[in-house]
């Protein structure tokens, strides 16, 4: 079982929870750089500039159809990792799989359940039902991300999958990208969360995460501008 290294927070969480503000009230985030980060092609943005914006609102909507082909001929049993108000719980029930969408936000988990979702609450670092049984797991939205440490992210993935499961990422825009830093987000009315580690990763650069992870991209493809990338054991 993979240690998940201590954490002074999640995304979006302590403070004034402007993540859970913005989930409740559709609003926007922007993703704000605390320490500076070194993967950019270009100069990256010096401490404290606003590096990324979510659009919460789509989050909280259908899965488009960018996020149903990362369902595509799948059997399941899937596991949506920082599913938020779990949109792709919500098309993997639609298609009749078996999910489980898990999220560190109080808020986010009591959203997807009061549509009727199955979504629980904690981290993927945690110790999780149906552990090396799971076929496919999602971390979309820049959730590869998550932690800082995509590496030890992708390497605890690899740990709750079956033998020929696989793990989907959506990966940034920018191919060669490969960032961490720490961060916070900060709400349309100004309130900011604690700091939380953080990482962007392109598709170029996730090849090197995957192989330090006993992994391997298998299949890339894009939709509307958005890319994914799947990676299976070596």
């Not at 971390?139 to 740990?159: K, S």
Request: overall charge negative; proline content about 6%.
């Amino acid at each position: 079982m993979t240690i998940a290294p201590d954490r002074p927070a999640t995304f979006g969480s302590g403070g004034a929870e402007p993540y859970a503000r913005a989930l409740r009230h559709e609003g926007l985030l922007q993703l704000v750089r605390v320490t500076g980060g070194a993967g950019r092609p270009a100069s990256p943005p010096a401490a404290g500039d606003a590096d990324e914006a979510f659009d919460v609102a789509r989050w909280s909507a259908d899965a488009d159809a960018a996020d149903l082909t990362t369902l595509d001929d799948e059997t399941g049993p899937v596991l949506d990792i920082g599913c938020g108000p779990a949109r792709m719980v919500r098309a993997a029930v639609d298609r009749g799989l078996t999910v489980l969408g898990l999220d560190v936000s109080p808020t986010a988990v009591a959203m997807a359940r009061e549509a009727g979702l199955p979504v629980a609450g904690g981290s993927v670092f945690d110790p999780l039902p149906r552990e090396g049984q799971w076929n496919l797991a999602l971390l979309l939205d820049g959730n590869v991300g998550i932690g800082g440490d995509p590496t030890a992210l992708l390497t605890r993935c690899a740990e709750i999958l079956t033998a020929t499961g696989s793990i989907v990422v959506e990966t940034a825009p920018e191919a060669s990208l490969d960032d961490s830093y720490e961060a916070h987000v900060v709400d349309d009315q100004g309130h900011a969360s604690a700091t939380f580690p953080w990482a962007e990763v392109g598709r170029e650069a996730l090849h090197r995460h995957a192989k330090r992870s006993g992994l391997r991209v298998v299949q890339t493809w894009s939709v509307d501008g958005r890319t994914f990338c799947r990676l299976r054991a070596r």
